[in-house]
């Protein structure tokens, strides 16, 4: 089963910076698209980014300009790379592949990860 692995969470400052890693494992056939999202205490759930198969990205309005994904297609890793970090992007950030583990799967499924705590506060 594919299975996703997210680390990198932690503790920083107001306007510092943290990376977010997504490490995917198992047996893939086709990588549709994959994002992070993020639930802060007592919110729903919501997308912060995605990037495709190929290099499409698309961000979350609040954080466009601050944070920006990207894979390393090789090492079946994909990253967050946070920047001027705000006390509203504290939140549990989860990990999501959206795919198909194989040609006899019609439709992609969804692939989540068990989240990583990030805390931005001063």
């Not at 990207?70 to 950030?93: F, G, H, I």
């Amino acid at each position: 089963q594919v299975q996703l692995a997210e680390s990198g969470g932690g503790l920083v400052q107001p306007g510092g910076s943290l990376r977010l890693s997504c490490a995917v494992s198992g047996s893939i056939f086709a990588i549709n698209v994959m994002g992070w999202y993020r639930q802060a205490p007592g919110k729903q759930r919501e997308l912060v980014a995605t990037i495709t198969s190929g290099v499409g990205t698309n961000y979350a309005d609040s954080v466009k300009g601050r944070f920006t994904i990207s894979r390393d297609n090789a090492k079946n890793l994909v990253y967050l790379q946070m920047n001027s970090l705000e006390p509203e992007d504290t939140a549990v950030y989860y990990c999501k592949l959206r795919g198909r583990r194989t040609r006899l799967e019609a439709l992609p499924r969804d692939y989540w990860g068990q989240g990583t705590q990030v805390i931005v506060s001063s």
